[in-house]
């Protein structure tokens, strides 16, 4: 159990396109969904926190505009990085976490290369 | 500001030895410490957890050691094989919130 997909599972785009990050989770309804960053060789830095039908909450110094995410389902959000630099290269992980839980379930993580 | 501050940064330790990595917080509303294990490449994959109410908790191999006191807590792994080298992190949250993560360990285990 406790199952957390992600698509693709790495990617490369062109500077200034946008490219869109799914994580859904299989086997539970993750009420909450978090958004990870993570630099080769260095810990998880939290992006943004989402709750299912709400807004999402970002961290400070994260763009709420270049990385757009939606959790419209208790199964699915949503991570999209718009117009997209070099410096957005990197592994962005998602985890989702049910309702009342402590537990977070990661995701396989997303390697995105920005040419 | 780093909230969970994790040390080693790396660990070489022999097929069988017994790596420990620690971890020590300040926030004393954390109530609740998992620790996750992460593969090149991978997703980080929860290993152990536990609250402040209990002192100790023991997975197969993984054991958690919790110091409410000295707000430190560990990670033993008995036996360790060299497949269990990969890089673990520790982390903190407040109730079911948004989790802080430690530095990471990076442990080698040699056959």
């Known amino acids: 159990g406790a199952v957390v997909s992600q698509h693709p599972s790495r990617v490369i785009c062109k500077s200034g396109t946008s490219v869109k990050i799914e994580c859904r989770s299989l086997?539970?309804?993750?009420?909450?969904m978090f958004w990870y960053r993570q630099f080769p060789k260095q810990s998880l830095m939290l992006m943004a926190t989402?709750?299912?039908?709400?807004?999402?909450?970002?961290e400070q110094g994260v763009e709420k505009d270049k990385f757009l995410i939606n959790h419209a389902s208790l199964t699915l959000s949503t991570l999209t990085v718009t117009s997209a630099h070099p410096e957005d290269s990197s592994f962005y992980i998602c985890s989702a976490q049910a309702g009342g839980r402590y537990e977070q379930y990661f995701g396989p993580g997303t390697r995105l290369t920005v040419t | 500001q780093q909230q969970v501050k994790q040390s080693p940064q790396s660990l070489i330790v022999q097929k069988g030895g017994i790596p420990i990595i620690n971890c020590a917080y300040e926030n004393t509303a954390f109530d609740y410490f998992p620790w996750y294990q992460q593969f090149p490449g991978k997703g980080p994959a929860l290993l152990i957890a536990?609250?402040?109410?209990?002192s100790e908790k023991k997975e197969g191999r993984f054991t958690i050691s919790f110091n409410k006191s000295a707000k430190q807590f560990s990670l033993h792994i008995m036996d360790s094989q060299p497949g269990d080298s990969a890089t673990y992190f520790c982390?903190?949250?407040?109730?079911?919130?948004?989790?802080?993560f430690g530095a990471g360990t990076r442990l080698t285990v040699k056959p």
């Open positions: 536990i609250r402040p109410d209990v």
């Open positions: 086997d539970f309804q993750a009420t909450t």
């Open positions: 982390a903190a949250s407040v109730r079911n919130n948004d989790m802080r």
């Open positions: 989402s709750n299912e039908g709400s807004k999402a909450t970002y």
